[in-house]
């Protein structure tokens, strides 16, 4: 992975801590739900389905995005592949673009942001949580209430 953004900064020079503090002001429900978190990561336990999803930062790649991630304590473990027989419903209810989807994160969203301007951090946990709620609601849906 390439230590620099297209801006020519370094990812280490993003201000995670200030970043996840501010998501967490901004949406304390999210601290009830928290599974793990990490300088550039939070999850959201879904533990009904033994799955967490994972919010994350990229600032070297400019961008935020959402995905099922790991985690054992949950039960989180081969999420990908329990998911696949499912995931062309519930990508269906998502309505993804091409452009918005990362490869290889298995069913995913990213939204392409300056994640060094501080300024965006409100809209950028705004849209994290959004999103993450949109992906509880289309595995809801599909999997059914548990």
């Given at each position: 992975?390439n230590?620099?953004?297209?801006?020519?900064?370094?990812?280490?020079?993003?201000?995670?801590r200030?970043?996840?503090?501010?998501?967490?002001?901004?949406?304390?429900?999210?601290r009830?739900?928290?599974?793990?978190?990490?300088?550039?990561?939070?999850?959201?336990?879904?533990?009904?389905?033994?799955?967490?999803l994972?919010?994350?930062?990229?600032?070297?790649?400019?961008?935020?995005?959402?995905?099922?991630?790991?985690?054992?304590k949950?039960?989180?473990?081969?999420?990908?592949?329990?998911?696949k027989?499912?995931?062309?419903?519930?990508?269906?209810?998502l309505?993804?673009r091409?452009?918005?989807?990362?490869?290889?994160?298995g069913?995913?969203?990213?939204?392409?942001?300056n994640?060094?301007?501080?300024?965006?951090?409100?809209?950028?946990?705004?849209?994290?949580?959004?999103?993450?709620?949109?992906?509880?609601?289309a595995?809801?849906?599909?999997?059914?209430?548990?």
């Open positions: 992975m230590e620099f953004d297209f801006g020519g900064r370094r990812a280490s020079e993003f201000r995670h200030g970043f996840w503090a501010l998501f967490a002001e901004r949406h304390p429900q999210e009830q739900r928290l599974a793990r978190r990490g300088p550039w990561f939070w999850q959201r336990g879904l533990p009904d389905f033994a799955l967490v994972s919010m994350y930062v990229a600032p070297a790649q400019n961008h935020v995005g959402v995905f099922f991630g790991r985690n054992e949950f039960g989180a473990t081969e999420s990908w592949s329990r998911l027989p499912f995931q062309p419903a519930i990508e269906s209810r309505k993804l091409p452009e918005q989807s990362c490869e290889g994160l069913i995913n969203s990213m939204w392409r942001v994640c060094y301007a501080e300024d965006n951090w409100p809209a950028m946990s705004d849209w994290l949580v959004r999103e993450c709620s949109r992906f509880e609601e595995v809801t849906e599909v999997l059914g209430p548990r």
